[in-house]
């Protein structure tokens, strides 16, 4: 490496007001697009510690009504020494809490929801789960995204910063004088290239551990590392190729020229096609088979009569065959209808994996895609890291079933055990409701 | 004017580079219009599929309860128009499926961008992508060093001792530009117009108009302002330099920037605070005036005395559905004055995001190209509006079925035949048509003509001032 | 000294130089006239090692010690010596210098310009200030900064004004006198005439005459050189 041509770089750099400015504007940027993921990421802390606010504050009121013996006084038909009326008038909520690292990267999470509160009649495809109400057009538009910056802005600096290496000595027609006082041309290319590279892995870098260092998310520093590694092998392989091109140029505009195309064609062009493929293959589901549980299954559950109900709930739940209720002469009506959520739960998550089987698909053929996609895997990639990922969700949704099946099943047992209620056995309801 | 107009073209027809790029792009536009119809009309397919699907299960439900038929409901599907395959605009971020059901409204859900990772951030390859980010770039291309490449080659000097004026062969410059960009656009149309001759009616043509003129004026704006750049500086690096900043700018910086900032002039209230807001009003009255108990009772006495009777089972109807229906009423107006209120925020922020066109001709465009696509976020709201104006009427139809059907006061078991179900009209949406919906769109225009007329001032003004020396 | 035997260069089924030879001896200036297309930069390029001779031998070598002379003992001044616009004209000769692996002081570097003609005040100017003639004194202690044994200039005194052309002219045999070997392609016969020792015009790739200038005065070679270009 020659170091006088890389320090030599530092005046090129700093002359040219062009670079100059869009270096600092960049890196502006970046700040503002931490600045502006931290703002979204304590508005979703403030939500969430306003639900779980909500939420203590509503338990207590169970309590208070539970030591009084007495429900809510508009409801007097509500018995909350009854289990079934004590559960189903305990609040829950499953919420996601963004990841430290969010701030680096919003990812898909404008596209989900982020809290939701679980009765027994809940599903992790409820409307409920949508987005956050926002505005449509900002959504399409996006957020001033650090990990968008580095995705798809931060090659356009690089690009920026060294259309002209090479190029403006065609231009100005002294490239010959370069070449007779140096001896490698690609080794004055390199040593120059290098300088622009390093000073933005530098600064990149800096700001991801600046982001590591505010959130103490040091426990997660392999994902935190990931990023850096993701962000430092892109910036190198679009330094490479651009090297290649910067090697043949013929003028500064046409190195421009190549280089944006090379952008537009892995950053634009190909995730579109690929888009624009996917969608033809798995055109947006109207989720049917989801539908079809929600409306017409559920109603057809509740024409059922008790026998055939309490063959499926024996088939969710065997244990209640050795109950007390179970071995009476006669099915209790109330009982068995009771229950009925547990049943229709059972079919949403039939329906919904089928739903997440045909999204997974989907998924597959992106995924398949990859190899000559790099832009979106390195996308996925960096989302995972900072869990604002399609997946990340798909856990949330996990955790939302998982909550509901807990609810449904604390329901249907302490029913058919006919349990009575007091106030420890209630903190017991509250850590099986609140996971 | 027009010798230079034509000499330019020529020029342009005699470089294999420009030839294989203006090939290139002739053939990914037909490709990608292509394209973007199957999938538009697979996507139409689909949606009729589902919503035969879910009015079948409503016809075949046999006699019910009206109020069980209420909870039953029924689903409004998004559709999507033909124009839709031109620019997806926010349909890739709106729920596709809404259900309709009684005594709330829910949201629309499902979208298609919550369905699977991520592909693209700059959306699919349609025509609006290609016409939005891509063709702009080229043309910057061929436009930074027109006006330099003059100087430095000394024809400049030639063109005006030939009795030219500067402005006359600058605007040969552009205008020769402009009409290849209105190649690529009048291509783009015909392929749309034929692929879907069947289904063109008066409104798509309006729209297929104001498509066309949007992006005419956009790439005049465009064309002009690089060449006023080189005009302005000299340079053709240093203005190719600052239209790729600019670009960026207008295309990816300022569209974000002003949409967060819109979001902050007019912030939104979250999900929970608004369906709190909702259960508040709906259980003690709207603001606490009027709560529901005082509502009944009132209701109760205002039906006995209607009847003339002195008690609710000597009613000849059934008083339940009369109270579902007046509660059904007050949870509308109860909606009317949240989701007014969430629908006029939106719509501010939208009008305060259109006025950035002054600064950033990009957002006029983005925005009359959706709206002439019909995919914009007024044409969503103008479909939620409607969906819900049918499920009022199809929970009324149910109430008043419930309430006057033959049934009476406490009859629960009632149901309704199955005629009067399959009697109820099924939700059918028409898009809005674009011309009852211009005045929404007046800013985007203005500001792309004050971009226009601007930029011709300027290059007119800096033709004149420059001073021949200097060369 | 400068040498080039038999070359031959082709350029698909052009042919730019035919059984070109020349010498050049250390401490001589050598002017190559020719008009466009006579194969003057084709000549250059060959010994600037930018191209390979399709035939033909070509060697530089220093006359002291009899060894060949590297690219790195060869200084280059093109038609336009056009810098870095954005640096002055001693960061110019700093940057070149380095490329070259030489690192000089700052004096020294001002040393260099100064002994190239170049005014005291102009060092510290950005390039883009500079006129053609500065800008071509700064090209030349490029190339004297770096020592250079073989001086390769291309159309060097092309629209300088006649003050300028003269100092060229001057600094060029300054160059010379101390041993340097220079070899000029030039269209301009006055200048050639004034600043060279041997003078060679070159026409469709072949070398068609060579003489001394001293033998010549300005107006017999031109009409010299016409004759040689009408026929």
């Given at each position: 490496m020659n170091i006088s041509i890389f320090l030599f770089e530092f005046k090129h750099f700093i002359r040219n007001k062009a670079k100059l400015f869009s270096y600092i504007f960049f890196m502006l940027l970046c700040i503002y697009s931490i600045y502006n993921g931290f703002e979204i990421m304590h508005k979703q802390i403030n939500t969430i510690s306003n639900i779980n606010e909500k939420q203590d504050i509503e338990c207590n009121i169970v309590l208070d009504w539970l030591e009084q013996k007495k429900g809510p006084v508009d409801k007097?038909?509500?018995?909350?020494?009854?289990p079934y009326w004590l559960i189903r008038s305990t609040p829950s909520f499953i919420v996601k809490n963004p990841s430290p690292l969010f701030p680096l990267g919003i990812g898909?999470?404008?596209?989900?929801?982020?809290y939701k509160e679980i009765t027994?009649?809940?599903?992790?495809?409820?409307?409920?789960?949508?987005?956050?109400?926002?505005n449509y057009e900002r959504l399409i538009n996006g957020n001033i995204d650090f990990s968008f910056l580095i995705i798809f802005l931060l090659p356009i600096l690089l690009i920026i910063l060294?259309?002209?290496?090479?190029g403006l000595e065609k231009d100005l027609n002294f490239n010959k004088l370069i070449t007779i006082q140096n001896k490698k041309l690609s080794s004055w290319i390199i040593n120059r290239l290098i300088f622009y590279v390093l000073i933005v892995l530098l600064s990149i870098n800096g700001m991801i551990l600046s982001v590591g260092l505010i959130t103490s998310s040091f426990a997660y520093f392999k994902s935190m590392l990931t990023l850096i590694l993701i962000s430092n092998l892109y910036v190198i392989v679009f330094s490479f190729v651009f090297y290649l091109i910067i090697k043949n140029a013929s003028s500064s505009s046409s190195v421009a020229f190549k280089m944006i195309s090379f952008w537009l064609f892995f950053c634009v062009i190909i995730p579109g096609s690929v888009h624009q493929y996917v969608s033809i293959k798995y055109?947006?589901?109207?989720?049917t088979e989801f539908l079809d549980v929600n409306r017409e299954q559920t109603y057809e559950v509740f024409k059922l009569d008790d026998i055939e109900l309490y063959d499926f709930l024996v088939e969710i739940?065997?244990?209640?065959?050795?109950?007390k209720k179970s071995q009476q002469?006669?099915?209790d009506s109330q009982l068995v209808r009771r229950c009925i959520s547990t049943i229709i739960n059972q079919m949403n998550i039939a329906a919904e994996n089928e739903i997440e089987m045909q999204n997974e698909d989907k998924n597959y053929l992106i995924k398949s895609t990859y190899f000559f996609n790099p832009i979106s895997y390195v996308q996925n990639l960096w989302n995972s890291c900072t869990a604002t990922d399609y997946y990340s969700y798909g856990m949330y949704r996990l955790d939302i079933q998982e909550s509901i099946i807990s609810r449904n099943k604390l329901i249907v047992l302490e029913l058919w055990n006919e349990s009575e209620v007091d106030k420890e056995i209630y903190s017991r309801y509250l850590k099986i409701l609140n996971n | 004017m027009s010798i230079i107009f034509f000499n330019e073209w020529k020029g342009l027809f005699r470089n294999k580079l420009f030839l294989f790029f203006i090939s290139f792009f002739l053939l990914l536009l037909f490709i990608v219009t292509f394209f973007g119809n199957i999938q538009n009309k697979k996507q139409i397919l689909n949606q009729q599929e589902a919503k035969n699907h879910i009015r079948d299960q409503w016809d075949e439900?046999?006699?019910?309860?009206p109020h069980s038929a209420a909870h039953f409901g029924t689903y409004a599907f998004k559709s999507n128009s033909i124009l839709n395959s031109l620019d997806e605009g926010v349909n890739a971020v709106t729920g596709l499926v809404l259900r309709l059901e009684g005594h709330k409204q829910n949201e629309v859900a499902f979208s298609?961008?919550?369905?699977?990772?991520?592909?693209s951030t700059f959306g699919k390859l349609k025509v609006s992508l290609l016409f939005q980010f891509i063709i702009p770039l080229f043309l910057i291309f061929l436009a930074f060093n027109t006006y330099t490449s003059e100087i430095s080659s000394g024809r400049l000097k030639l063109l005006l001792i030939q009795g030219n004026s500067m402005s006359k062969i600058i605007f040969a410059k552009i205008f020769t530009l402009l009409s290849l960009a209105t190649l690529l656009l009048l291509f783009t149309i015909l392929v749309q117009f034929f692929l879907n001759i069947n289904y063109i009616k008066l409104d798509q043509i309006t729209r297929l108009v104001i498509f066309f003129f949007s992006y005419f004026l956009y790439y005049f704006i465009i064309i002009s302002f690089t060449v006023f750049l080189s005009l302005l500086l000299k340079k053709s690096t240093s203005a190719l330099s600052l239209t790729i900043i600019t670009w960026l700018l207008w295309t990816i910086f300022i569209p974000k920037t002003v949409g967060n900032f819109t979001e902050s002039l007019t912030p939104l209230s979250t999900r929970i605070e608004l369906s709190e807001k909702i259960q508040d009003d709906r259980s003690k009255g709207?603001?606490?005036?009027?709560?529901f108990d005082d509502r009944k009772i009132e209701l109760e006495k205002e039906i006995l005395a209607r009847y003339e009777?002195?008690?609710?089972?000597?009613?000849?109807?059934?008083?339940a559905g009369i109270l579902m229906q007046a509660d059904e009423e007050f949870g509308n107006q109860v909606w009317d004055k949240h989701y007014g209120e969430l629908y006029e925020k939106l719509e501010t922020q939208k009008r305060n995001y259109q006025l950035s066109g002054l600064i950033n001709p990009f957002a006029s465009l983005q925005s009359l190209s959706m709206a002439s696509a019909g995919t914009d976020l007024l044409h969503h709201l103008d479909f939620l509006s409607h969906a819900e104006k049918y499920r009022r009427y199809f929970i009324k139809t149910l109430n008043d079925e419930y309430a006057f059907g033959g049934s009476k006061t406490g009859e629960r078991g009632w149901k309704a035949s199955q005629d009067f179900f399959r009697s109820i009209k099924d939700f059918s949406y028409n898009e809005a048509n674009f011309i009852s919906m211009k005045n929404k769109y007046f800013i985007d225009i203005f500001c792309l003509f004050l971009w226009s007329l601007s930029l011709v001032c300027l290059i007119i003004y800096y033709s004149k001032n420059h001073p021949f020396n200097e060369y | 000294m400068i040498q080039l035997i038999n070359v031959n260069k082709k350029f698909k089924d052009k042919v730019?130089?035919?059984n070109l030879s020349l010498e050049v001896k250390s401490g001589e200036i050598y002017g190559l006239l020719g008009a466009n297309g006579a194969g003057k930069s084709t000549t250059l390029n060959l010994l600037l090692g930018f191209l390979n001779a399709d035939k033909g031998q070509i060697n530089l070598i220093d006359?002291?010690?009899?060894s060949i002379i590297n690219q790195d003992r060869i200084g280059y001044i093109p038609e336009?010596?056009?810098?870095?616009?954005?640096?002055?004209g001693l960061e110019n000769l700093d940057y070149f210098s380095k490329l070259a692996g030489l690192k000089f002081k700052s004096s020294e570097l001002r040393e260099f310009l100064s002994e190239c003609g170049?005014?005291?005040?102009?060092?510290?100017?950005?390039?883009?200030?500079?006129s053609k003639g500065m800008r071509q004194k700064v090209g030349i202690a490029i190339a004297y900064a770096k020592n250079a044994k073989i001086y390769l200039l291309d159309?060097?005194?092309?629209?300088?004004d006649p003050l300028s052309s003269n100092e060229l002219s001057r600094m060029l045999k300054k160059m010379s006198k101390r041993g340097a070997t220079i070899l000029m392609a030039s269209h301009d016969i006055f200048r050639v005439r004034e600043t060279c020792h041997k003078i060679g015009i070159l026409k469709n790739g072949s070398l068609v005459k060579e003489m001394f200038s001293?033998?010549?005065?300005p107006v017999e070679l031109e009409s010299l050189y016409l004759d040689y270009m009408k026929n």
């Amino acid at each position: 490496m020659n170091i006088s041509i890389f320090l030599f770089e530092f005046k090129h750099f700093i002359r040219n007001k062009a670079k100059l400015f869009s270096y600092i504007f960049f890196m502006l940027l970046c700040i503002y697009s931490i600045y502006n993921g931290f703002e979204i990421m304590h508005k979703q802390i403030n939500t969430i510690s306003n639900i779980n606010e909500k939420q203590d504050i509503e338990c207590n009121i169970v309590l208070d009504w539970l030591e009084q013996k007495k429900g809510p006084v508009d409801k007097p038909w509500v018995n909350i020494e009854d289990p079934y009326w004590l559960i189903r008038s305990t609040p829950s909520f499953i919420v996601k809490n963004p990841s430290p690292l969010f701030p680096l990267g919003i990812g898909q999470a404008e596209q989900f929801g982020f809290y939701k509160e679980i009765t027994r009649w809940s599903s992790t495809f409820d409307s409920d789960m949508a987005e956050e109400i926002s505005n449509y057009e900002r959504l399409i538009n996006g957020n001033i995204d650090f990990s968008f910056l580095i995705i798809f802005l931060l090659p356009i600096l690089l690009i920026i910063l060294t259309y002209n290496i090479h190029g403006l000595e065609k231009d100005l027609n002294f490239n010959k004088l370069i070449t007779i006082q140096n001896k490698k041309l690609s080794s004055w290319i390199i040593n120059r290239l290098i300088f622009y590279v390093l000073i933005v892995l530098l600064s990149i870098n800096g700001m991801i551990l600046s982001v590591g260092l505010i959130t103490s998310s040091f426990a997660y520093f392999k994902s935190m590392l990931t990023l850096i590694l993701i962000s430092n092998l892109y910036v190198i392989v679009f330094s490479f190729v651009f090297y290649l091109i910067i090697k043949n140029a013929s003028s500064s505009s046409s190195v421009a020229f190549k280089m944006i195309s090379f952008w537009l064609f892995f950053c634009v062009i190909i995730p579109g096609s690929v888009h624009q493929y996917v969608s033809i293959k798995y055109p947006a589901n109207y989720m049917t088979e989801f539908l079809d549980v929600n409306r017409e299954q559920t109603y057809e559950v509740f024409k059922l009569d008790d026998i055939e109900l309490y063959d499926f709930l024996v088939e969710i739940h065997p244990e209640i065959v050795e109950t007390k209720k179970s071995q009476q002469d006669t099915l209790d009506s109330q009982l068995v209808r009771r229950c009925i959520s547990t049943i229709i739960n059972q079919m949403n998550i039939a329906a919904e994996n089928e739903i997440e089987m045909q999204n997974e698909d989907k998924n597959y053929l992106i995924k398949s895609t990859y190899f000559f996609n790099p832009i979106s895997y390195v996308q996925n990639l960096w989302n995972s890291c900072t869990a604002t990922d399609y997946y990340s969700y798909g856990m949330y949704r996990l955790d939302i079933q998982e909550s509901i099946i807990s609810r449904n099943k604390l329901i249907v047992l302490e029913l058919w055990n006919e349990s009575e209620v007091d106030k420890e056995i209630y903190s017991r309801y509250l850590k099986i409701l609140n996971n | 004017m027009s010798i230079i107009f034509f000499n330019e073209w020529k020029g342009l027809f005699r470089n294999k580079l420009f030839l294989f790029f203006i090939s290139f792009f002739l053939l990914l536009l037909f490709i990608v219009t292509f394209f973007g119809n199957i999938q538009n009309k697979k996507q139409i397919l689909n949606q009729q599929e589902a919503k035969n699907h879910i009015r079948d299960q409503w016809d075949e439900m046999g006699p019910s309860n009206p109020h069980s038929a209420a909870h039953f409901g029924t689903y409004a599907f998004k559709s999507n128009s033909i124009l839709n395959s031109l620019d997806e605009g926010v349909n890739a971020v709106t729920g596709l499926v809404l259900r309709l059901e009684g005594h709330k409204q829910n949201e629309v859900a499902f979208s298609e961008s919550s369905q699977s990772l991520t592909i693209s951030t700059f959306g699919k390859l349609k025509v609006s992508l290609l016409f939005q980010f891509i063709i702009p770039l080229f043309l910057i291309f061929l436009a930074f060093n027109t006006y330099t490449s003059e100087i430095s080659s000394g024809r400049l000097k030639l063109l005006l001792i030939q009795g030219n004026s500067m402005s006359k062969i600058i605007f040969a410059k552009i205008f020769t530009l402009l009409s290849l960009a209105t190649l690529l656009l009048l291509f783009t149309i015909l392929v749309q117009f034929f692929l879907n001759i069947n289904y063109i009616k008066l409104d798509q043509i309006t729209r297929l108009v104001i498509f066309f003129f949007s992006y005419f004026l956009y790439y005049f704006i465009i064309i002009s302002f690089t060449v006023f750049l080189s005009l302005l500086l000299k340079k053709s690096t240093s203005a190719l330099s600052l239209t790729i900043i600019t670009w960026l700018l207008w295309t990816i910086f300022i569209p974000k920037t002003v949409g967060n900032f819109t979001e902050s002039l007019t912030p939104l209230s979250t999900r929970i605070e608004l369906s709190e807001k909702i259960q508040d009003d709906r259980s003690k009255g709207i603001d606490g005036h009027n709560p529901f108990d005082d509502r009944k009772i009132e209701l109760e006495k205002e039906i006995l005395a209607r009847y003339e009777v002195d008690s609710l089972s000597h009613l000849p109807i059934n008083f339940a559905g009369i109270l579902m229906q007046a509660d059904e009423e007050f949870g509308n107006q109860v909606w009317d004055k949240h989701y007014g209120e969430l629908y006029e925020k939106l719509e501010t922020q939208k009008r305060n995001y259109q006025l950035s066109g002054l600064i950033n001709p990009f957002a006029s465009l983005q925005s009359l190209s959706m709206a002439s696509a019909g995919t914009d976020l007024l044409h969503h709201l103008d479909f939620l509006s409607h969906a819900e104006k049918y499920r009022r009427y199809f929970i009324k139809t149910l109430n008043d079925e419930y309430a006057f059907g033959g049934s009476k006061t406490g009859e629960r078991g009632w149901k309704a035949s199955q005629d009067f179900f399959r009697s109820i009209k099924d939700f059918s949406y028409n898009e809005a048509n674009f011309i009852s919906m211009k005045n929404k769109y007046f800013i985007d225009i203005f500001c792309l003509f004050l971009w226009s007329l601007s930029l011709v001032c300027l290059i007119i003004y800096y033709s004149k001032n420059h001073p021949f020396n200097e060369y | 000294m400068i040498q080039l035997i038999n070359v031959n260069k082709k350029f698909k089924d052009k042919v730019a130089l035919k059984n070109l030879s020349l010498e050049v001896k250390s401490g001589e200036i050598y002017g190559l006239l020719g008009a466009n297309g006579a194969g003057k930069s084709t000549t250059l390029n060959l010994l600037l090692g930018f191209l390979n001779a399709d035939k033909g031998q070509i060697n530089l070598i220093d006359s002291n010690d009899s060894s060949i002379i590297n690219q790195d003992r060869i200084g280059y001044i093109p038609e336009n010596v056009n810098l870095y616009p954005y640096l002055t004209g001693l960061e110019n000769l700093d940057y070149f210098s380095k490329l070259a692996g030489l690192k000089f002081k700052s004096s020294e570097l001002r040393e260099f310009l100064s002994e190239c003609g170049l005014e005291k005040e102009a060092f510290n100017k950005y390039i883009s200030e500079y006129s053609k003639g500065m800008r071509q004194k700064v090209g030349i202690a490029i190339a004297y900064a770096k020592n250079a044994k073989i001086y390769l200039l291309d159309e060097p005194a092309s629209g300088l004004d006649p003050l300028s052309s003269n100092e060229l002219s001057r600094m060029l045999k300054k160059m010379s006198k101390r041993g340097a070997t220079i070899l000029m392609a030039s269209h301009d016969i006055f200048r050639v005439r004034e600043t060279c020792h041997k003078i060679g015009i070159l026409k469709n790739g072949s070398l068609v005459k060579e003489m001394f200038s001293k033998d010549v005065s300005p107006v017999e070679l031109e009409s010299l050189y016409l004759d040689y270009m009408k026929n």
